[in-house]
Every structure is written in structure tokens, then in C-alpha cells.
């Protein structure tokens, strides 16, 4: 089930339910909407969602979340340059901290499939099954529930939330990421 934080969220329809499968989907609008789902003790879960960036929408996920002072922050959005970037934040006790900022434009009116998995600090970032960024978090948030972000502009229209558990987040050695450094791969719980 889930709660709006802030902004306005409905129940989306698309212009033509008989040729999808899922016909509803969920919208976000306001200067700094938020919906969440799950409990405190959720931890070491891999969250994944189909987002669609409406025009002038910036968007992302929030993880770990107990709320808006205690929680990680995935947000996909432009910056003072004109440039877009993927960042993950880690707020704690109201304190923002960048853990991993990459440049990466997205095209409005497109679908995105954002995933993020955590394990004891440990944090994988996917996009469209891609890596995007690895860290670990040395003082790690440990459990909370999920978030769907999004900020002005039109909105930004969300689909098929997973959450599921996973069992370890381990280094795969033979993966190296553009600047040579091993990746860590998630292992998602087959129970």
C-alpha cells in the first residue's frame, strides 16, 4: 500500500488499456513529490521500478527510507549546468552526503528501468539492467521502505515496483567497470 509523503499521486490510465497488460500505472506531480511503501525493518532488498519522466520532471527512488532526514536517495535530475546526472545521497540525521554521482542523460516521454539493491552497505545502481555505480557505505542506513521521487515539470509516471530480498552482495573480480575497479553483483534470495 502505498502513502503520499507530499505532492499528488493518482492512478494512471493508459490512452489504450487493450493493448497492455497492466493498464494503470501511478503518477507524481508537485515541486517535490513523494510516495512510500514498506516498514522499518525491511533491509537487504533489491527495489526496481519502470519510471516515465514526464517534460520538465526530474525522478528517482528512495531506499532505506524511515523518512525524509534517514533514507538514500536515488534521484536522476539536471544540475546548475544544464547538465543530467544520476547521484546517490545518503541522508542521516537530516545530513546529505554524495556517495556516487554519474553524468547520464535521460529523454522525457521515455520508460527507465531504475534498480537499486543494498546489502549491509553495500549498494548497486542499475539502469535498464546496466551498472551504473557500486559503493559501500561505511556507517550504513540499514532498513526502511521504498520511495518513488519525483519534482516538478510534469510529472513523472511509475510502473512495476518489485522489491525483493537479497541474500549477499558480493565482489565479482572477473566485472571490471570503466575505471578498472571490480563491481559488486547482487544475489537475489530464491526463497
Known amino acids: ?3 503520499s509523503v507530499s505532492g499528488t499521486w493518482t492512478v494512471h490510465t493508459v490512452q489504450n488499456p487493450i493493448r497492455s497488460a497492466n493498464p494503470f500505472s501511478f503518477l507524481g506531480l508537485g515541486p517535490d513529490a513523494l510516495a512510500v511503501a514498506g ?3 525491511w533491509r537487504d532488498y533489491n527495489v ?3 519510471a516515465h519522466p514526464l517534460p520538465g520532471s526530474a525522478f528517482g527512488l528512495k531506499f532505506c527510507w524511515n523518512d525524509n532526514d534517514n533514507t538514500y536517495d536515488l534521484l ?3 544540475g546548475d549546468t544544464g547538465e543530467t546526472a544520476l547521484e546517490l545521497v545518503r541522508v542521516a540525521a537530516g545530513q546529505r552526503r554524495s556517495l556516487a554521482r554519474v553524468t547520464a542523460p535521460f529523454v522525457p516521454a521515455s520508460w527507465y528501468r531504475l534498480e537499486a539493491a543494498q546489502v ?3 549498494i548497486s545502481v542499475r539502469v535498464d539492467g546496466h551498472q551504473m555505480m557500486e559503493v ?3 556507517d550504513p542506513l540499514l532498513g526502511g521502505a521504498v520511495g518513488l521521487w519525483t519534482q516538478e515539470g510534469a510529472g513523472t ?3 512495476d515496483v ?3 530480498p537479497v541474500e549477499d552482495a558480493s565482489i565479482d573480480f572477473g566485472a571490471q567497470s570503466s575505471r578498472d575497479i571490480s563491481c559488486l553483483r547482487a544475489v537475489e534470495d530464491e526463497g
Open 162 to 164: 518489485a522489491v525483493v
Open 39 to 41: 516498514q522499518w525493518f
Open 136 to 138: 559501500q557505505d561505511p
Open 157 to 159: 509516471v511509475f510502473d
Open 120 to 122: 549491509g552497505g553495500r
Open 1 to 3: 500500500e502505498w502513502k
Open 48 to 50: 526496481s521500478v519502470a
Open 76 to 78: 536522476w535530475k539536471g
